[in-house]
C-alpha cells in the first residue's frame, strides 16, 4: 500500500484546512486509518483515528472538537477535516493504516504516507 497525503499549506489562525490521503495499490476496506503530527524535534503525536467501517472514530484530546476524521472506501481516500487551526497545530501530518487492526496509537501502523505540512500562523 502506498499512502499519499495533500492538502497541507500556510493558513491563518482560526482558519480551516482538509487534508486527503489517498491509497494505492490495496483497497483500504479492511484497514484501519489514522493522521498522526511530527513538529521538530518531538515524536510523532496520535491525532485521529477511524475503523474500517467509517464507524468509529478516536481523536487527541488537544484536536477533538476542531478536528474531524473521515473516509471513504470507495475512492480509497482519508479525510482529516481541520477547523479553528491554532498555531500550535503547525507540523507536518502523517497518514497511517493498519491492516486488519486497529491503529496502534504509540505509532507501530503498518503504511505511512510522506507526510504534508501545515502551517498556522497567528
Known amino acids: 500500500v502506498q499512502l499519499q497525503a495533500s492538502g497541507g499549506g500556510l493558513v491563518q489562525a482560526g482558519g480551516s484546512l482538509r487534508l486527503s490521503c489517498v491509497a494505492t495499490?490495496?483497497?483500504?476496506?479492511?484497514?484501519?486509518m489514522g493522521w498522526f503530527r511530527r513538529t521538530p524535534g518531538k515524536p510523532r503525536d496520535f491525532i485521529a483515528a477511524i475503523s474500517r467501517s467509517g464507524g468509529s472514530t478516536r481523536y487527541a484530546d488537544s484536536v477533538k472538537g476542531r478536528f474531524t476524521i473521515s473516509r471513504d472506501n470507495a475512492k480509497n481516500t482519508v479525510y482529516l477535516q481541520m477547523n479553528s487551526l491554532k498555531p500550535e497545530d503547525t507540523a507536518i501530518y502523517y497518514c497511517?493504516?493498519?491492516?486488519?487492526?486497529?491503529?496502534?496509537?504509540?505509532?507501530?501502523?503498518?503504511?505511512w504516507g510522506q507526510g504534508t505540512q501545515v502551517t498556522v500562523s497567528s
Open positions: 497511517a493504516a493498519a491492516l486488519g487492526r486497529g491503529i496502534d496509537y504509540a505509532g507501530d501502523n503498518d503504511y
Open positions: 495499490g490495496r483497497a483500504i476496506d479492511s484497514s484501519d
